[in-house]
């Protein structure tokens, strides 16, 4: 069994207020790992501190890219955390509104240039310009975001600037993806269409995912493994139909056993 990622007594809090408490927790490669939980339980606060935005009161968190190096990521910086494989999409997506589709997406290939940010922001001017913007070209048609590739990230609607964004953290070519309710104000179609595209990224790039949802449906239709949090707490784990019987499950969702 190959572990990527495992959280080890994860503990946060902020002032007096326990965001997470010793939450334990691993994610096999190639797996789509899901995580559920009401607003408030601590979803989000376990992707910033796997990601390096927060650093947890406890506890530690284990990344192996390669399945065997086994590095300790708890104190790294962001940007670091990232450059290992780590990539993630925010619940509130976080584009640049004033350039294009296609500019939006390239901004994930800037580990890739030789010359970092800069080597994106001049473009074609950059040695190294046309290997990456062909990975990008391929995403675009991938996600079919062909008819937007010129747009501009502020005027499009909601579910393409969400593929837009998912297509930016795909082209980062991570080990490990974390979606943050990607579906979350999508219509059922759209739904549908995401969750095609995630298991598709999961299959074709060989990207470990793991995804927040607080739709339980959408959730149990992607996910192989759920772990459910409640006011901080991991109340339950394992599969799908297994988790969502749980009672502390359903209590956490409908507020009665």
Request: no cysteine; proline share 4%.
């Amino acid at each position: 069994m190959d572990i990527i990622l495992e959280a080890r007594g994860i503990s946060l809090s902020f002032g007096g207020v326990k965001a997470l408490n010793d939450v334990s927790f691993y994610v096999q490669k190639d797996e789509i790992f899901g995580i559920i939980g009401p607003n408030g339980s601590g979803k989000t606060s376990l992707f910033n501190v796997i990601t390096g935005i927060y650093k947890p009161d406890k506890g530690e968190v284990i990344f192996s890219p390669d399945g065997n190096q086994k590095i300790n990521i708890t104190k790294f910086p962001s940007w670091k955390i990232a450059r290992l494989g780590i990539a993630r999409t925010f619940q509130n997506i976080k584009l640049f509104g004033y350039i294009s589709v296609q500019e939006n997406i390239l901004l994930g290939r800037n580990f890739h240039f030789r010359s970092g940010t800069l080597g994106v922001i001049f473009g074609r001017y950059s040695k190294d310009y046309e290997q990456n913007i062909d990975f990008v070209e391929e995403l675009i048609d991938f996600l079919d975001l062909k008819a937007y590739r010129r747009a501009i990230a502020r005027d499009i609607p909601l579910g393409i600037r969400k593929k837009v964004e998912l297509a930016r953290a795909v082209a980062q070519r991570p080990k490990l993806l974390l979606l943050d309710e990607p579906t979350a104000g999508l219509t059922y179609e759209e739904k549908s269409e995401f969750l095609y595209y995630i298991r598709e990224i999961n299959q074709k790039f060989g990207i470990t995912i793991v995804i927040i949802e607080h739709d339980v449906k959408v959730i149990s239709s992607v996910a192989s493994q759920i772990m459910a949090l409640d006011f901080g707490l991991k109340i339950a784990e394992g599969k799908p139909e297994d988790v969502l019987k749980n009672p502390k499950v359903i209590s956490a969702y409908l507020g009665a056993e």
